[in-house]
């Protein structure tokens, strides 16, 4: 973070500091809080980081819905715990996170939506924990190791409290911000994005495109999450890639289904080897965005994706 | 076996035709066969229907996708919410919902977790997203795309959403006081739940299904009449809308969904 003109630090990193950033603020068995929701907007290029930070034990949590990004950092061995409500590619189940279950290598939590949202809402406003008054009769509840029912102060109705969550790192991705981490969402869903922002002890985000302070001060209603509660900011093209950063691009559905293919067929031969290849490809092995985007056949491939998006 | 419509196309129109002008209520994560009942509803009887509960509102989806949750599914919408609405939604509740499952029981309770032990599944499956719709909610609906004595099982081992959970006096002291689910429609049939046990007991079966084959594909026992009623199959009308309105590019053509 360097000193910008007027004395004003930038919270702009660059590509080859985000690895480093994430080392700063993250540590093997930290907390973990991805933004976006199944396949959109999710900050997959900082979770390609992650994985090559080689921090692990990680403990994940995210938006209530969650896909290819975490059966990737599951299947680079990286994660210990999932406090994860919805883990599916939507049209197919998970077949890293499965694998893992089944073999008993990770703990999957039963989480719903209203455990991380309330969690994400208590650290947020700074309380110890958030009331839920809307669950009965699911073993979510009576499984789910951050649901306790307690008594209302006000009345006799059944209540559960879910605890604070405040995750040590929460990675976003939005369309666009500037070098002082204000982002602006140009997509109409935002989910969870700006409750994470504010409850994670630090906020790492990446922007397709980096925008002058000025844009940001002509629309300050278009800001989504307020640079007050975000730690570094990265401009990573195509940095939701394979999900979609609308109205940018389209999520790759081709390119997921693919990934899906290959570690299903690992986890039914019971070899680890595909999706070794798979993360030497274009995990490990990828230097930068540019390198991995030359792995995906270079920007020419990812042309439909633009068409797409800017048909909707 | 009709050729005319595939299931799908079916179980979207049962639904509609269930479907009130004036109510709220959304698609749920299995979104494809639930998002057209609504569409439809909306341009055969019910224009007022509203869509919310899931972080937008009112979409005007170009077409159907197996989700609803992302921009190119919604297409627009009038207002986009976030998460933090999710307590309110969930609080008053939707008129209507719609659930899926890995299993299904008698009771009509919903596993989309595991099967198996739970600290050790067989298979582990996606969780869900949200359970309180179907706590809250006036009443939600089953849709099964199979129906076989793998799904449809005595008692689940996962409750992910509890239906009836095991009968009257389980719902009460679960503090469930909605209606629940009202119908589950599979492939063959569609079952309503008996008033006094709350199992499922065969409503009707599809045209082209025998009650000996449900019996048979069905791993707990229901009540049925000996001549069971036959299920209205979509009329001409229905199917002209829901493929030139709702369906436009064939997401629930035969041959997409299987045929019927």
Known sequence: MTPS?????????????????????????CSVCLGGLFKQGRPVALVRELIRTGLSDLRLFSSPGSGYDVDLLIAAGRVAET??????????????????????????????????????????????????????GSDVTSLNPLARPIASPFGDEPLYAVPAI?????????????????????????YADALMARAGQHVVASVDKLVPNEAILRDPR???????????????????????????????????????????????AGSTAEVTAYLERFVLGPADIFDYLEALGGYRALAPLEREARFL | MSERYSTGELLAVLLARDLRDGETGAAGAAALIPMAAIMLARAMHAPNIQIAGEMFVNPRPRQLWDSMLDDRALGTCEASE???????????????????????????????????????????GPGAANISYGVRSRRFYITATSHTRRNFVERVDFVTVPGNLDGPDSRARAGLVREGP??????????????????????SL????????????????????????????PSDDELRVLRTVVDPRGALAPGRTARH
Not at chain 1, 87 to 116: K, M, Q, W
Not at chain 1, 227 to 238: K, L, N, Q, S
Not at chain 2, 94 to 116: T, V, Y
């Open chain 1, 83 to 136: 406090f994860l409500p919805a883990v599916t590619l939507e049209n197919r189940f998970c077949p890293s996170f499965r694998g893992a279950v089944e073999r008993g290598e990770i703990t999957a939590h039963a989480i719903d939506a209203l455990t991380v949202v309330g969690g994400l809402m208590a650290a947020a406003h700074g309380v110890p924990f958030q009331p839920v008054a809307a669950w009965a």
């Open chain 1, 166 to 190: 405040r995750p040590d790192l929460v990675l976003l991705h939005a369309q666009e911000g500037d070098e002082y981490g204000n982002l602006r969402n140009l997509s109409t869903m935002t």
């Open chain 1, 222 to 268: 278009g800001t989504t999450v307020a640079g007050i509660y975000v730690d570094a900011v990265v401009e990573i093209p195509f940095g939701a890639h394979p999900t979609a950063s609308f109205p940018h691009y389209s999520m790759d559905e081709s390119f997921i289904e693919r990934f899906a293919d290959l570690a299903e067929a690992g986890r039914r």
């Open chain 2, 182 to 203: 009202r119908y589950c429609l599979t492939p063959r049939c569609v079952f309503d739940f008996d008033p006094e046990t709350l199992r499922m007991r065969l409503r």
């Open chain 2, 206 to 233: 599809h045209p082209g299904h025998t009650l000996e084959e449900v019996v048979a594909e069905t791993g707990f026992r229901f009540a049925a009449d000996p001549e069971p009623a036959t299920t209205v199959p």
């Open chain 2, 82 to 124: 976030t998460f933090t609405e999710l307590f309110g939604h969930s609080h008053r509740g939707l008129d209507f919902f719609f659930h899926s499952g890995l299993q299904i029981d008698a009771h009509g309770n919903i596993n989309l977790h595991a099967i198996g032990p739970w600290d050790r599944p067989t298979l582990r």
């Open chain 1, 5 to 29: 003109a007027g004395g004003r630090h930038s919270k702009l990193i660059g590509a080859a500091e985000i690895g480093p950033t994430l080392l700063r603020f993250g540590r093997d068995g």
